[in-house]
């Protein structure tokens, strides 16, 4: 079975993306509950706790895959008759890292713990990481434009991450019971997804001397600016853990923890789309360019949107899921809305960097990134606390996102883009912004800014022409087998 994705057509995009964001949106309602049990089980500190957990161990773990996906998603892409050969590779350089990595990750679970519990835990997590390296080969599913396996994967770990949850929230357990599940529950997800990946590969992938030294030539910048990416991202929580506390951190990890689940719809959108504008690049520069398009189109109706209703109901959503306790870190949720929207083009910028061979300057910028994040959280965090760490958070994707358009804008020799049917979703979305604003000055409830933002949102977006019936009609439409 070759990949589809050079041949991949705009309806099949559409249809992939779509499937995914609504297999990603059913996995986030229930991930709200999940969060909501696990926020009320081990309370502010003990949130803060694990969070910060997540934080470091995220950062040090990606050492373990150091950004080769991408690399080897542009090279299949490109040329699929060789996929055996990369997956082989990636396979092969991901056991070769994980090593390290886990002595690392064990020796920064040491330096970070603050409680007994917080280091038993972090071992079993770390433990746990042989798990995710064995799913490498669902890059498959990716490939030939088709994630039903990988969504159906994700759900079944969500439902089993439930079950753990609950669990623990009705015996009144603790963080190390919450590790063991999540370490059972992300490996039985890892070995399902395997086995199918498998089953459409046909053969166990070989390891290629050649393929393996060309992603370790190619993935090394990749690879360090991927590090770099996740330590601007995420080292404010570890700042706020260790200048504020861990209460702060743990008001900061609860609200930082919705922006983290919002990436389902840049993740969703470029899964589908990467493929096919690496197969695109450089031979069919018009298509590439359509498929940027409409990535830019479908991440700016959902980013502007969630910024729209964060930035009015942040409180009555930070009490409805984590309680009243976190709601003190409710004023930081709007901040981060906003650099959602610039994360969500960061997403789309990298990857245009990964295509088109610019991955030193991509490592250029993130070096720029992180450099501007530490400075700042270590000047606003001990002054203003976690709402600084959410300011340096906007004022670095900023960065990130203006620093990569211009190179890439250069490199393709094209102006500054037109606003398009962006422009009309900013119209679109501050209109929703004000109504909503009006009707919680009113003393409207979360439950009806919430209903008026479903039903209004999309009306004022046909309204202002950034949707059409014809972008409709394409998604309920048919889609021919590949």
């Excluded at 705009?10 to 993306?17: E, G, L, T």
């Excluded at 917080?118 to 798990?131: D, E, N, R, T, Y």
């Excluded at 969504?151 to 439902?159: A, I, N, P």
Aim: include cysteine; charged fraction near 15%; aromatic fraction near 6%.
């Amino acid at each position: 079975m070759s990949s589809t994705a050079r041949h991949a057509t705009r309806q099949r995009a559409a249809h992939d993306v779509l499937l995914q964001m609504v297999m990603r949106v059913l996995n986030l309602a229930l991930g709200v509950v999940v969060t909501a049990l696990l926020a009320r089980t081990l309370g502010k500190d003990g949130y803060g706790e694990w969070s910060t957990l997540f934080v470091s161990l995220s950062l040090v773990g990606y050492t373990a895959s150091f950004g080769m996906e991408k690399v080897v998603v542009r090279e299949v892409a490109a040329a699929p008759e060789q996929e055996h050969e990369w997956f082989g590779a990636m396979m092969a350089l991901r056991l070769m890292l994980l090593v390290p990595a886990v002595a690392v990750s064990l020796a920064t679970v040491l330096v970070l713990h603050s409680s007994h519990q917080m280091l038993i835990a972090g071992s079993i997590l770390v433990l746990g990481m042989p798990f995710d390296g064995i799913g490498v080969v669902s890059l498959v599913f990716q490939l030939r434009v088709n994630n039903l396996v990988p969504m159906l994967v994700l759900t079944l770990k969500s439902v089993l991450w439930a079950i753990v949850v609950a669990l623990v929230f009705w015996r009144h357990g603790d963080m190390v019971e919450l590790a063991l599940g999540l370490v059972l529950t992300n490996g039985i997800g890892s070995i399902v997804q395997t086995l199918a990946a498998l089953r459409v590969l046909e053969r166990w992938p070989r390891p290629s001397r050649r393929r393996l030294a060309g992603l370790l030539k190619t993935g090394v910048s990749l690879g360090l600016s991927g590090v770099l990416i996740i330590a601007y991202a995420r080292i404010d929580q570890v700042i706020v853990f260790t200048e504020a506390g861990t209460r702060a951190a743990g008001l900061y990890g609860a609200v930082y923890n919705m922006l983290d689940q919002a990436h389902f719809v840049p993740i969703s959108v470029l899964t589908t789309l990467t493929p096919i504008i690496a197969a695109s690049w450089p031979a069919d520069r018009e298509r590439m360019l359509r498929a940027v398009r409409l990535a830019a189109e479908l991440l700016s109706v959902a980013s502007l949107g969630a910024l729209a209703f964060v930035s009015v109901a942040a409180s009555p959503i930070v009490r409805l899921v984590f309680g009243a306790d976190f709601v003190a870190g409710a004023p930081a949720l709007p901040v981060l809305g906003a650099a959602y929207v610039f994360i969500c083009f960061g997403y789309l910028n990298g990857t245009l960097l990964t295509v088109m061979g610019l991955q030193g300057r991509l490592l250029r910028i993130s070096l720029l990134a992180l450099a501007v994040n530490l400075a700042g959280n270590l000047v606003l965090v001990p002054i203003d606390g976690f709402m600084g760490a959410a300011w340096m958070t906007l004022a670095t994707e900023i960065v990130v996102c203006g620093a990569s358009l211009r190179v890439i804008l250069r490199t393709l020799g094209l102006p500054f883009p037109r606003p398009g049917r962006v422009g009309r979703t900013v119209l679109a979305a501050g209109l929703l912004a004000a109504g909503l604003a009006g009707l919680k000055g009113a003393g409207a409830p979360l439950a009806a800014l919430a209903a008026v933002s479903c039903l209004c949102y999309p009306a004022l977006l046909f309204g202002v022409r950034a949707l059409e019936l014809s972008d409709v009609r394409l998604l309920l439409r048919r889609v021919a087998p590949a």
